[in-house]
């Protein structure tokens, strides 16, 4: 038996779960298959919220209702849509608090777009005191 | 500490101490429990290394302890206690004093486990790069060197260091944790593993040239991961396939270092021990009556072996199994030598199986000297001369090409 000590890491993390969804996927939240979309998504946060690992997260509006600001030789420069047309699009995150990497992809596998999209998954980083 | 550093600060006359050193076992054993909680592999290293050149100081004096591991291993542990406590806060601080008073109280051996299979899982993580997990496996399971791994993978020095700088930062701050996979994740996980040990093997294999190839390393993991898992059919499957390929080492080349291709080699010169060896694995591992990739490639290789012992013709059996390989796990490399084995029975179709690969294998030395020896079966003297060149061109080792060449007088 290796003896623990109270230095150690301590045996929870945060991770940061980004989804990422093609615009066709994002859509069906608002077609005629809104109730299964919504339903998956519903399911999977009720899943995740019942593991109690929840720490916290939104869904987002679309990429359309987006404010980009940026900051150039001092003056402000607005733009309307998100940063950057990519080819998938955040709509949504939740922060998780897991053992280890593992345990965060095993959720990020549940998600209803990681198959019509990813998930991609990052430590939070943790504050100096802590 | 790296291998070389180790042995160049052997006192002499210590036998005891290298021998303790010396053990393979006791580095990775070591830093698999300084690292399993912390995931901090680069911390674990230093502190062990450390540990290592105080033992090296201290043991010629004092004797070498009854349990140097656990030695090592306290010694270790207070050294990643005071790394820790230099960059820490108060509050840290006096944990850190928590556990020497801990350290201390532990006098006489610890008693520890065996963590080396978490930190073979851990090195072939998904979430690590792929091209990373063999070196990253060598160097902490076996304590190799940087510059030693980047010799046999043909990588600089320097990059070698980097990569594997990085790809434990990753393991320490992506969250990736010391443990064995559960059953639904184990199939695939030990696939990674198997093909880390491989990848490492292969690089010794190809050039004969190196003396650092890592063929032998890449066994005594294949051996550890079987000791540690030891009902995987294709863990032994591996182990008896690089036995297999390393008992025709001493053969591969004749007295004057030219390239003896299988089918001349003199089995008096294999190693009797280890193609045994092969043989009784391979019939355990097919107990578990699943066969796998690594088992048909042994499997082919012992009917290679068996051919050239007793003259045996297994050229329907041969093929049976080259197609299952392909079946379970398709590559180039295994639909060339599948081509290879139906040259012997009917070449014009092994032609036609080759002109189906032509797009992939432009660049693949063996497509090239298969095609040749395939031509040339077929009568086609100018054909075969052509892509024995070409097969010459691509290859890297000196003895092979000249070989190839001098097939080029036929």
């Known amino acids: 038996m290796v003896r623990r000590h109270g230095h150690e890491r301590s045996d929870r993390m945060q991770f940061t779960l980004l989804y990422l969804e093609t615009a066709a996927e994002a859509a069906r939240g608002e077609s005629a298959e809104a109730p299964a979309y919504w339903g998956a998504w519903g399911a999977y946060m009720a899943a995740m919220g019942a593991a109690g690992i929840m720490v916290g997260g939104n869904a987002l509006m679309p990429p359309a209702t987006a404010t980009t600001l940026r900051i150039a030789d001092g003056k402000w420069q607005v733009e309307d849509g998100p940063f950057a047309e990519t080819k998938e699009q955040l709509g949504g995150y939740v922060v998780i608090e897991v053992p280890d990497l593992d345990t965060a992809l095993h959720w990020a596998a549940q998600a209803p777009c990681a198959t019509a999209g990813s998930v991609e998954v990052r430590p939070v980083m943790p504050s100096p005191g802590a | 500490m790296n291998e070389a550093a180790r042995r160049s600060a052997e006192p002499p006359g210590c036998a005891p101490l290298a021998a303790a050193l010396a053990a393979r076992t006791s580095y990775g054993r070591l830093l698999a429990l300084l690292a399993s909680r912390s995931r901090d592999i680069a911390a674990a290293e ?7 050149a105080t033992a090296l100081a201290v043991w010629p004096a004092r004797g070498v302890p009854d349990n140097p591991d656990a030695w090592l291993l306290t010694a270790a542990r207070r050294n990643i206690g005071r790394a820790r406590a230099r960059g820490a806060t108060a509050a840290r601080e006096s944990e850190t004093m928590q556990m020497l008073q801990d350290e201390r109280d532990a006098a006489g051996p610890l008693p520890f486990g065996d963590d080396r299979l978490k930190l073979l899982f851990v090195c072939t993580h998904p979430a690590i790069a792929a091209d990373v997990q063999a070196p990253l496996m060598l160097q902490t399971v076996l304590g190799l060197d940087a510059a030693r791994i980047a010799a046999s993978f043909l990588v600089s020095p320097a990059a070698m260091g980097q990569k594997l700088v990085r790809a434990k930062r990753r393991i320490r701050d992506a969250g990736i944790a010391f443990q064995v996979p559960d059953a639904a994740q184990l199939p695939a996980r030990l696939a990674a593993v198997l093909q880390a040990i491989y990848a490492a093997f292969g690089n010794g294999w190809d050039d004969l040239k190196t003396r650092d ?73 097919a107990c578990f009556g699943t066969p ?53 029975t009917d070449p014009a179709a092994a032609l036609d199986a080759l002109a189906a690969l032509t797009d992939r294998c432009a660049d693949y030395q063996p497509w090239w000297a298969t095609r040749a020896h395939v031509l040339r079966r077929l009568g086609d003297g100018d054909g075969a001369r052509v892509a024995a060149r070409a097969a010459a061109d691509r290859t890297g080792d000196a003895a092979v090409r000249h070989y190839l060449l001098a097939t080029l007088q036929d």
């Not at chain 2, 230093?46 to 290592?52: G, P, Q, V, Y």
């Not at chain 2, 030219?258 to 010169?269: E, G, I, K, M, N």
């Open chain 2, 46 to 52: 230093d502190a062990l290394a450390e540990a290592l």
């Open chain 2, 213 to 285: 190839g890592l063929t032998s390393e890449a066994i005594w993991l294949a051996r550890l991961l079987c000791e540690l898992q030891p009902e995987q059919p294709e863990a032994i499957g591996l182990l008896a396939l690089m036995l297999h390929c390393e008992a025709r080492r001493p053969a591969r080349r004749d007295a004057a270092g030219a390239f003896v291709p299988l089918s001349a080699q003199d089995p008096q010169r294999w190693d009797a021990a280890m193609l045994h060896e092969a043989e009784a694995l391979l019939r355990f591992a």
């Open chain 2, 292 to 344: 796998g990739r690594f088992q048909l490639e042994a499997a082919i290789q012992s009917l290679h072996a068996e051919r050239v012992l007793t003259g045996a013709d297994h050229g329907t059996a041969l093929l049976a199994l080259h197609d299952l390989l392909l079946r379970i796990a398709p590559s180039a490399g295994a639909a060339v030598a599948r081509a290879a084995v139906l040259a012997e």
